[in-house]
C-alpha cells in the first residue's frame, strides 16, 4: 500500500501559472521528498524537507510540510512546458526488516499548456 | 560521473520464462533499491541490497529476487513471468541508503510480458 497519496491525481494548467499539488501520508515520518519523473523515465530528486521544518525552497520550487495534518505541498511557481511531468512525494519509513526504506505516494501528472 | 545506467530498457518476454535486470549504480554508491512502477499500483518497493547483502524487502512474491556484486552492481530476476509483471522495472542508488539521502533512479527497464 502506498504511505503517500497525492492530490490531485492530474492537474493542467497555463503555462506562467502557478501549480499546487499535495501530499497526504499515514505514520510519522523523519523526511519527505519530492520528486519528478518525465515520462516513462526515472525520477529526478527536486527536494527534502525534514520533520523539524515547514517550508523550503530550491528555485521555484517551495515544499511546505505540516506534520500535524501528516501532509506536504509542493509548489511550482511560473510553470514551464518543461515542468511538464509526474511528481511523487516519499515518505521514509521502517520495513518489516527494520531498515529504512522510501515509499512512494501515488503520483499528481502535471501538465502545462504552451 | 556517469549516473544510474540500467540494461537493457525493453524487454519482451512471454509467460513463464524469466528475465534478469541488470543494474550500475554510481560510483561510490553501496546502495542499490528496486522498483516495479505500473499505472495500476504506483511505485513498488522491491528491495535494496547494501554491500551484497540484502537489506530490506517488499511485499512481492519468492519469484522475484535479487543480488548485489562487490563492485556494487546489481541484479533482479523474475522466475516464472506472468502477465501483471509487465511494468517499467526502476533502481536507484544511494551512498549509504539512509533515509535523508537522494536516491538517485536509472532511466528503467520496461517489461512487457505477453
Known amino acids: 500500500s502506498q504511505q503517500g497519496e497525492e492530490d490531485p491525481q492530474a492537474l493542467s494548467i497555463q503555462e506562467g501559472e502557478n501549480a499546487t499539488m499535495n501530499c497526504s501520508y499515514k505514520?510519522?515520518?523523519?523526511?519527505l521528498q519530492w520528486y519528478r519523473q518525465n515520462s516513462g523515465r526515472g525520477l529526478v530528486h527536486l527536494i527534502l524537507i525534514r520533520s523539524n521544518e515547514r517550508e523550503k525552497h530550491s528555485g521555484r520550487l517551495r515544499v511546505t510540510l505540516d506534520t500535524s495534518k501528516k501532509s506536504s505541498s509542493l509548489l511550482i511557481t511560473a510553470s514551464r512546458a518543461a515542468d511538464t511531468a509526474s511528481y511523487f512525494c516519499a515518505t521514509d519509513s521502517i520495513s518489516n526488516f527494520g531498515n529504512e526504506k522510501l515509499t512512494f505516494g501515488t503520483g499528481t501528472r502535471l501538465t502545462i499548456i504552451p | 560521473k556517469a549516473g544510474v545506467t540500467q540494461t537493457p530498457r525493453y524487454l519482451i518476454k512471454t509467460r513463464g520464462q524469466q528475465v534478469t535486470l541488470s543494474c550500475s549504480p554510481i560510483s561510490g554508491h553501496r546502495s542499490v533499491s528496486w522498483y516495479q512502477q505500473t499505472p495500476g499500483q504506483g511505485l513498488q518497493f522491491l528491495f535494496e541490497?547494501?554491500?551484497?547483502?540484502?537489506?530490506n524487502k517488499g511485499n512481492f512474491p519468492g519469484r522475484f529476487s535479487g543480488r548485489q556484486f562487490s563492485n556494487s552492481r546489481s541484479e533482479m530476476n523474475v522466475s516464472t513471468l506472468e502477465l501483471g509483471d509487465s511494468a517499467l522495472y526502476l533502481c536507484?542508488?544511494?551512498?549509504?541508503?539512509?533515509?535523508?539521502?537522494?536516491?538517485?533512479f536509472g532511466p528503467g527497464t520496461r517489461l512487457l510480458v505477453l
Open positions: 536507484a542508488s544511494s551512498l549509504a541508503g539512509r533515509r535523508k539521502e537522494t536516491q538517485y
Open positions: 505514520t510519522s515520518i523523519n523526511n
Open positions: 541490497y547494501f554491500s551484497e547483502t540484502q537489506r
